[in-house]
């Protein structure tokens, strides 16, 4: 057989293969559901104020923390950095991003309170790439501020 008849016979088996299965995009990762449970220690706080001196709409605060999984090793395993602008003069929107041994995860959403809120889980890298999901985080001190962040991930 001719190497071209038997190049374009390969071609229409790789080519009939992929219409039957269907090209995907999609990685491979999945991530749920799972129930990730890590301890946090802060690091750094910046607070940038745009307005009237205090705590006001449109300043922001940068938040750096260490996590943990005491369980496995007492070294930090990522950190996370929280991007947060005020809304109010207590609320603040917030965009983390959760650096972890096997991806990142990425939340946000709305925190009044520190010593208890919630952020939904937007996705993810890696690992974590069709992450969905809750975080919550708890505040367990003030100083240095410490939290538990339970992670509940769908999909």
């Not at 449970?37 to 104020?49: F, G, Y």
């Not at 709305?110 to 690992?127: C, F, K, M, P, Q």
């Amino acid at each position: 057989m001719p190497r071209s008849v038997y190049m374009t016979l390969i071609a229409a088996v790789l080519v009939a293969a992929a219409l039957v299965y269907g090209w995907s995009s999609t990685s491979s990762a999945v991530t749920g559901p799972a129930t990730i449970r890590i301890t946090s220690r802060e690091i750094s706080r910046v607070r940038v104020d745009v307005g009237k001196p205090g705590r006001g709409v449109g300043d922001t605060e940068i938040v750096r923390q260490n996590l943990f999984n005491r369980r496995l090793k007492s070294k930090p395993i990522g950190h996370s950095e929280y991007v947060c602008t005020f809304t109010t003069s207590l609320t603040r929107a917030c965009t983390v991003t959760i650096f972890l041994p096997r991806g990142r995860l990425i939340a946000g959403g709305s925190i009044r309170y520190h010593d208890l809120y919630e952020l939904a889980v937007l996705g993810g890298t890696r690992l974590y790439d069709d992450a969905r999901g809750t975080v919550t985080v708890i505040r367990t001190t003030r100083r240095p501020r410490r939290h538990i962040l339970y992670f509940r991930l769908t999909g």
